[in-house]
């Protein structure tokens, strides 16, 4: 980030994510980012703490939601004077607020903030039917009521029926799970890879829990201790045995091995050096520096989730590192085809040289090292609670990894981005 | 160009027929047009492991412009990266089941011993039956008989009946080949490779063909006109398979010196006239017809190119019936005529640097044929001129290779009784006759310059013909 000061994670929290229509059924956005910024402070003591600003957002959000994160500061036990905005950059919500945050600290704007993301796929802003709206707006707009009363006449049953927010790209028509199945195809990902990279997710993420490791990064949530979409007992077998959802009937993506609808929300605190050594807050990791990406899967029909192949390259060049010199690899699970087409990529001398200009390719990682207590394919996706879910948990891996460890953060994004960062050990 | 059963067979109630009794289906090829694109369709590109030709094939790939797949195999990404390719992945797994290729080529030059021809196996296995209509099956190895491993030898030696098998199974006018390319001639293979991915090489299936040292070096060809400023000699060239050679070689940008008997003169200034060319009239078993060919290149063209000796004749009866002058006329034009044109040529020194000499056999001298003794020794003796002076000539910069032409639809076939003629029109495994143009064609990639590497190939034109197979 080419910093005059260096950006501490001091850590972050977040409610246990659940899966649409679960136990948060019933709880706002407002609701669920409110009680993460209240578990934050009480975890590092900002109880009517003003800080230097809070940036979050929601990628689901109602239009009377439009101050989202300042409401949810005024409603929190943080200082009031406390300033806020919404930052919305669909998946990678949660990090890109951390880099801006990040980026304040760095150059010396704010001394403290937190960034954070929260998403409900249950309490979703349903919008009236495009043609109802039209009416309605030409009839605010008309001034003689004859004229408004004749407008009205127009109004027909099906035009009641709302729109719901769709999870699919407005310029290809295809959910991003189709995205993903093309995607699987083009690489050549099969079925069993997939499964087995799901499985492997819900292992570790269970024995997260079961360690303990998790206690102090997940607060209990309306009675969700865990991570509702959660199946530590889950296995290869049992995942096989999934009908393919995206990629027709010989598709290879399943419900399984895709991340499910979910509601959550995470924060994280970052600060100056300076600040948490004044409050005796110890830094768990810096925010070394990030990279974001977009392709063009509109006309070069490049993967709509592949762009953080793209970034990531970038940010190693400029730190002159190399794929391998990582201790711990964090890449969003939005699928687990995604996470394998990004793997793939970065080993195969076609895409490494002619799309990313590379001498060679970037090499396989060890993948011992890859979500180490898991990812959103066990513990779900609210779509911007997940960045700050990240940077908590690879920060804590990196703080207990000790000095001189390193990690790579990977998030793909809807819009063809890709939301890519470094961090390393305090 | 399809023949009259090939017309009925591909109506909607022929296919019917064709498929309740279990006639021959023959497609009808498609053929090369000039400024098409070498090949119109993607390109499966697979190579076993340890393969070492994958460089030169994706740079032909890359200079041939074609869509390229490859499966996830190192040897052939990388290969695909370092040409420029933007190499899709291929796998069978995931692909979908509608995928097809136009053509399939697989490099086995890894393949060391009779274990590992499971690798070719397994590739083809997964994709053989994706190849399209009119679609291309081509294996590299390596030659078998410089391989000092036995082992290896053996492996490389048997691709040649996986790909003579493969070329009777894919069908829908689709073809199989192998290229033998020996070790440092790697970067010979371009002409032969664009060649068989082209509908050029419509009517050659099953061959195997040798690859080896330049005989000279060639600065780099223009695709659409390899033979521009270089000038082919075509006897026989006023008719028939000679006057396609002429028109395809005139194409490719040569100036072409027609020769025919005195009595074709009409018909021989027409064409070379067509052509752009020129034409000489004499009858090539002359005492002194050599030389003058030769006078005639050497001071109007200051030399030639390209030497093609087409013109031959038939004269049938069986050996008991046959007379010592048909035996004599068929030997003296068909083997003795271009043996003593040549040895003209090259005694003056007409032919330049980095030239050709391509003469036609037959399919009746590969397999020899009833009531055609003498035409069959003749074309047999075609080979043996191949076999005999692809050595000498290499020292001179120059290549000789021969076409061995099957059933190829001309007037000399078009007279032939209806038996005869249905039988060798089918008994192939692309089922139909060929045309003059597809004898063309196969001359015209031997002449090209940049078959520097192409020596000493003796290559049938015969649809994969079960004769003499």
Known sequence: MNSSRRVAVLGGIRIPFARQNGPY????????????????????????????????????????????????????????????????????????????????VALGQIEAGIAGGVDTTSDAPLAINEDLREILLEAYRTKSNVERAKLLTKIRPTQLVPEIPRNAEPRTGLSMGEHTAIMAKEWGIGRADQDELAVESHHKLAAAYDTGWLDDLVLPYLGQERDQNLRPDTSVEKMAKLKPVFGGEDGTMTAGNSTPLSDGASAVLIASEEWANERGIPVQAYLVDAQTAGVDYVHKREGLLMAPAYAVPRLLARHELSLQDFDFYEIHEAFAAQVLCTLRAWEDPVFCQERLGLKEPLGPIDRSKLNVHGGSLAAGHPFAATGGRIVAALATELQEKGPGSRGLISICAAGGMGVTAIMEAA | MADRYQQLINTPVGKILSKQIGLPSPVTLQRYEPGQPVIDGPVLFGAAAGSTLTPAIAQTLASAEAEVRTPLQEEARQAAADAGIEAGIFNPETADEADRFKAVVFDASGIADPADLVEAYEFFHATIRRV????????????????????????????????RSMGKEVRRGSTSQLVYVAETAEAEIESTLRFFLSPKSAYVSGQVVRIGQAVSTWDGVDWERPLAAKVALVTGASRGIGESIAEVLARDGAHVVGVDVPAQEAQLSEVTGRLGGSALTLDITDEDAPEQIAAHLQDNHGGVDVVVHNAGVTRDKTLGRMTDDLWRMVIDINLRAPHRIDEALFRRQAVRENGRVVLVSSISGIAGNAGQTNYSTSKAGIIGMVEAYSGPLSERACTINAVAPGFIETQMTAAMPIATREAGRRMSSLQQGGLPVDVAETIAWFANPASAGVNGNVTRVCGQSLIGA
Do not use: W
């Open chain 1, 25 to 104: 059924a019933q709880a706002s956005n407002q609701d669920m980012f409110t009680a993460t910024l209240d578990a934050l402070s009480e975890k590092f003591g900002l109880q009517g703490e003003v800080l230097g600003e809070v940036a979050a957002g929601a990628v689901l959000k109602h239009s009377r939601d439009f101050n989202l994160t300042r409401e949810c500061v005024l409603g929190s036990k943080l200082g009031a004077e406390t300033p806020a905005y919404d930052v919305q950059q669909a998946c990678g919500t949660g990090l890109e607020t951390t880099l801006t945050v990040g980026g304040k």
């Open chain 2, 132 to 163: 399209g209509a009119n679609g291309r099956v081509i294996v590299l190895g390596r030659p078998p008989d410089q391989i000092e491993d036995p082992q290896r030898h053996v492996a490389q030696r048997a691709l040649e009946g996986l790909t």
